[in-house]
């Protein structure tokens, strides 16, 4: 029994000193040293109060940094377009409700609008266009149409409606918005794993000429995950509108929340996970968990009483180290090989 205990920790300590180099150990133990000792020096930070609201916060995030997930194992790098998305996703579905249509018609609306725009990015993105200025150039078409929709204005619609449930709603002690962001991350997580679909995904995420040799081209895969991130951006969308009961297009900019832009928010809950840019690697859990730790520090750091300042540097901070840490962990393992 000892004897396979030792050969256990042997195993494990080879492993490290295979992938993880002494200059990675170093960061992250610094890393996770800072987290800790401000975690317990923030008040009221262990509340079961408190531990709700980071878990909702999460799930506003998480819900789009899992459908964002699937673009970038997918090989496509990222859609700088997930804000302008939800923007036009929010209007629609605060202009159905307020129109009088009810939460299940303007829930279908929205998500038929979504799915169009996610259809379109693909297909350019499919065909040959960089993702990046694809995508840039869609957030600015889609916020010109939402500004345009809306005149800039607030769109409110009356309560009581058939979105509360949603949008301010709880079961057992949770929102229910984040029981929807733990049944979607299984889901996604499930879909990566255990269908033909996600392996689909890490095939032509992880090599694009063994993706079209078994028949995977990128042009139907890019479409799809287009279409699944925007799906998320809409029901984030949705779900934010109906605890509100209006919508306005700037909701998602940074004067959403005090952290910086919600696309910066959702790339760094993918980055902060551990998923590769480059694709083939990654899961939605990580982006989920990735969700809940950005959560974490940018709570902590409001009970700390930084502002929106501090709190934007600290996200871009977790981006910069979430790559460096990658990157070293990648080259140390091509080194060993």
Same mark, same amino acid.
């Given at each position: ?71 970038? &194992?997918?090989?496509?790098? @990222? +859609?700088?377009?997930?804000?302008? *998305?939800? %923007?036009?996703? =929010? !209007? /629609? ?72 449930? &949603?949008?301010?709603?709880? @079961? +057992?002690?949770?929102?229910?918005? *984040?029981? %929807?962001?733990? =049944? !979607? /991350? ?90 590769? !840019? ?60």
């Amino acid at each position: 029994m000892s004897n396979s205990s030792s050969v256990v920790k042997q195993n494990f300590i080879h492993r490290l000193a295979r992938d993880y180099s002494p200059l990675v150990l170093i960061m992250v133990a610094v890393f996770i040293a800072i987290f800790v000792i401000g975690a317990a020096t923030a008040p009221n930070f262990l509340t079961v109060l408190n531990i709700k609201t980071i878990l909702r916060d999460a799930a506003i995030v998480g819900i789009m940094a899992i459908g964002l997930t699937f673009v970038t &194992l997918s090989g496509n790098f @990222f +859609l700088l377009s997930m804000k302008e *998305t939800a %923007a036009l996703s =929010i !209007i /629609a579905f605060a202009t159905s409700m307020s129109a009088g249509y009810g939460f299940e018609l303007s829930f279908l609306f929205t998500m038929v609008i979504a799915m169009a725009a996610g259809a379109i990015q693909g297909l350019l993105i499919g065909l040959g266009g960089n993702p990046i200025v694809v995508t840039l150039g869609a957030a600015g078409l889609f916020f010109g149409i939402s500004s345009w929709w809306s005149d800039n204005l607030v769109v409110s619609f009356r309560r009581p409606h058939g979105a509360e449930w &949603l949008g301010s709603g709880s @079961f +057992l002690g949770l929102p229910n918005i *984040t029981i %929807a962001f733990i =049944i !979607i /991350a299984i889901f996604a997580e499930f879909v990566l794993r255990r269908t033909s679909f996600g392996r689909q995904v890490y095939l032509v995420g992880s090599n694009r000429a063994a993706g079209r040799a078994t028949g995977h081209e990128n042009l139907s895969m890019a479409i799809k995950v287009c279409i699944i991130a925007s799906v998320c951006s809409a029901f984030v969308a949705i779900a934010f509108s109906a605890q509100v009961s209006s919508a306005h297009v700037n909701y998602f900019s940074s004067s959403f929340g005090s952290s910086g832009d919600m696309t910066i928010m959702v790339i760094a809950t993918v980055m902060v996970g551990g998923n590769s !840019i480059m694709g083939g690697y990654g899961s939605s859990l990580r982006s989920s968990i990735g969700a809940v730790f950005i959560s974490t520090v940018d709570n902590m750091m409001v009970l700390h009483g930084y502002n929106s300042g501090p709190r934007v540097l600290a996200v871009g901070l977790m981006i910069v180290f979430s790559i460096m840490v990658f990157a070293l962990v990648q080259r140390g393992s091509r080194s060993v090989e």
